[in-house]
């Protein structure tokens, strides 16, 4: 997970667990651009100080700043001029992508977050609001501050300047003030990072204050170094058979979860493609000044002699080396011209003919007969599914724009009616295949079908087998281990004759089950870890079995103790610091993660702070936090080191 909590360097340790699930839900919370602050008025208090509503606004303008900007920080880092109009693209389509509800889904699915309520909520965002500016008068009133210098290395980082290079400032004022980045005046981008570092150093400073004992660090030693003997058997779901569902259980099925079968909208389009090959065909050769203004344009970057320098041999490829393809890249470019040009008559024609049908509803656009007036090509799709627009571009091209395949997929499967051409677009849209305009002809909408057809019933088959035959390896695997905690490891089996289990060498506690080497399936192919430390470590577990189940229609494992071993204290000295490390930032009870010490304090002076938070309307009621608004510390913009800009307005030294 590429986010910018990792991406911090100074504040990144103590509250990494603090942030994460901040991160995901104020980056799909606040989607609207700035609206005017509202009229102020004390809307509740905070430690017995009166909070007004234009505070609580300007908190929730920098914590859609900060959203932003965490998703804005995915995209690669600036290094020209080309790559930052990249990056102003990207934080538009970020502002879109906030808008869409599958998306937030998607990304908190991704995250591994869950449902954390309805992010869009008003009431959601409200909570957490109070939160952060209750974290950020806590910080200022421990004497907290940031100082010019902090802010300005932040602002390089966030803007992708490395260290020693100047900073654009231009560009800079560009991507804060413009449409196509924050949409924000500088100062009010400035203060919304203030308040990050404010309440960042704030959170650091608690958990700071963690500590780890000898004895702690002994028992997480030896914990993590302790050896144990297994033996294990895999049971895969797919190699077992199990009886054919039932005409009854299939129907049964798609009775009681018809829902899951929504049949995705489709689309039939047809286009009008001007190939550029096409063109070729009385293109003017260029002149001898196109040929050498185009090799004196891009020497230094495409016509770069790799071995230039060397042996004294020059650093640019010589024209004459060159010549053939730049005279055959500059006809190419010329048919794309007239491809295009073509087009844009098509699409005049076509304009003329729309005015005309409101007029006179009887005329119909015919695009073969426009293909054959301007010599382009006549195309067009089948059904297409709106989660597959790879097959609407085998047929038209790819997009040479994403942008124009995002707007293509909401045209036609949203914002289109049937016959309508191309909505919103003045101009051809370019393809790997040349030049394109569209028509949607039909659209299906998405349903649930009312019946059971053939597909639907396949499916439901599927899931019942596979079902079906999970079901029977845990009940396989279920029977194992009675039997050998009845019986003990060596009589069960033998009196099972077939099936033997694999006995590696002892493994120490956390690491994968070993490769048995012979051919079977190792518990961690495929990427998955079946780690040890579930349990198995105390002594009068030996002898017995325990099921590990990785999920549905994955292998089970019957896995036994046969020897817990004491761990060596060769290490002891050297893995002291990561021992302690871990234990600060995080640790393992029971194969399962948890929080770690640094982040026990910050947790608990959070919920401290929370308590004085009183709002008007709670003020006859205890206050409680909303459901699902995550841990409230805001989420950090991009870090990285430094120097930066000519400092911004003075603050306050930092401690």
Avoid: C
């Amino acid at each position: 997970m590429t986010t910018l909590s990792r991406r911090i360097h100074k504040y990144e340790r103590p509250f990494y667990y603090a942030v994460t699930a901040v991160i995901a839900l104020s980056f799909f919370v606040w989607t609207a651009p700035f609206d005017d602050a509202p009229a102020d008025e004390t809307v509740g208090s905070i430690g017995g100080k009166p909070v007004t509503r234009s505070e609580l606004f300007a908190v929730r303008q920098s914590i859609e700043t900060l959203a932003l900007l965490d998703g804005f920080s995915r995209s690669p880092a600036l290094s020209s001029s080309a790559a930052r109009g990249r990056w102003m693209q990207t934080l538009a389509q970020v502002r879109q992508a906030l808008r869409d509800p599958r998306m937030r889904g998607f990304y908190l699915q991704y995250m591994g977050l869950g449902d954390l309520g309805d992010l869009s909520s008003p009431e959601v965002q409200d909570a957490l609001a109070w939160k952060w500016t209750a974290y950020l008068r806590a910080a200022e009133t421990a004497g907290f501050t940031v100082s010019p210098g902090e802010l300005t290395q932040f602002i390089r980082s966030i803007v992708g300047v490395p260290p020693g290079s100047p900073f654009p400032r231009d560009f800079y004022v560009q991507f804060v003030q413009s449409e196509r980045g924050l949409g924000m005046h500088v100062a009010q981008f400035e203060q919304a990072v203030r308040r990050y570092l404010l309440a960042a150093k704030y959170f650091d400073a608690v958990g700071s204050a963690a500590l780890v004992t000898s004895q702690e660090l002994l028992d997480a030693y030896l914990e993590e170094n302790r050896e144990v003997e297994l033996a294990w058997l895999g049971i895969k779901p797919a190699d077992l058979s199990v009886p054919e569902p039932s005409r009854e259980a299939v129907a049964r099925f798609f009775r009681d979860r018809r829902g899951e079968f929504r049949l995705p909208a489709k689309a039939r389009v047809e286009a009008l493609l001007a190939a550029s090959p096409s063109f070729l065909e009385g293109v003017e050769e260029p002149t001898e000044a196109d040929i050498t203004a185009r090799y004196e344009a891009n020497k230094d970057i495409e016509f770069r002699d790799p071995d230039g320098g060397k042996n004294g041999k020059p650093t640019h490829k010589p024209l004459e080396a060159v010549r053939a393809s730049i005279i055959k890249d500059l006809k190419e470019a010329r048919a794309s011209l007239k491809a295009s040009a073509a087009l844009e008559k098509a699409l005049l024609e076509i304009g003329a003919l729309e005015a005309k049908q409101r007029q006179d509803p009887t005329l119909r656009l015919d695009f073969e007969a426009l293909a054959r007036q301007f010599g382009v090509s006549r195309v067009e799709t089948g059904y297409l599914e709106e989660d597959r627009p790879e097959d609407a571009e085998a047929v038209l091209g790819a997009f040479r724009d994403p942008r124009d395949r995002e707007s293509f997929v909401r045209k036609v499967f949203t914002d289109m009616k049937p016959g309508e051409v191309m909505r919103g677009e003045i101009h051809p849209l370019a393809t790997d295949k040349g030049w394109i305009i569209y028509r949607l002809l039909d659209r299906k909408e998405a349903r649930i079908p009312a019946q059971l057809t053939a597909e639907v019933e396949d499916d439901i088959l599927r899931r019942l087998r596979k079902e079906a035959r999970d079901k029977a390896a845990v009940e396989a695997a279920r029977a194992w281990i009675d039997a050998i905690n009845a019986e003990g490891l060596e009589k069960t089996e033998a009196a099972r004759g077939g099936k033997k289990f694999h006995r590696p060498p002892a493994v120490k506690n956390g690491s994968p089950l070993p490769d048995p080497g012979d051919g079977h399936e190792n518990p961690a192919d495929g990427g998955r870890i079946i780690e040890t430390a579930f349990g198995l470590r105390a002594s009068d577990l030996v002898g017995k079995a325990r099921l590990l189940d990785p999920g549905p229609n994955q292998t089970k494992y019957v896995v036994v103790l046969l020897r817990s071993l004491e761990a060596k204290m060769d290490d002891f000295e050297k893995q002291k610091p990561w021992l302690r490390e871990k234990l600060l930032m995080n640790g393992f009870r029971n194969g399962m993660a948890v929080p770690g010490k640094r982040q026990i304090l910050i947790d608990a002076r959070r919920a401290e702070i929370e308590k004085g938070i009183v709002r008007n309307q709670d003020a006859a009621k205890p206050a409680a936090p909303a459901a699902g608004t995550g841990s409230g510390v805001p989420p950090p913009p991009p870090a990285a080191a430094g120097p930066g800009p000519a400092a911004p307005a003075a603050s306050a030294p930092a401690k």
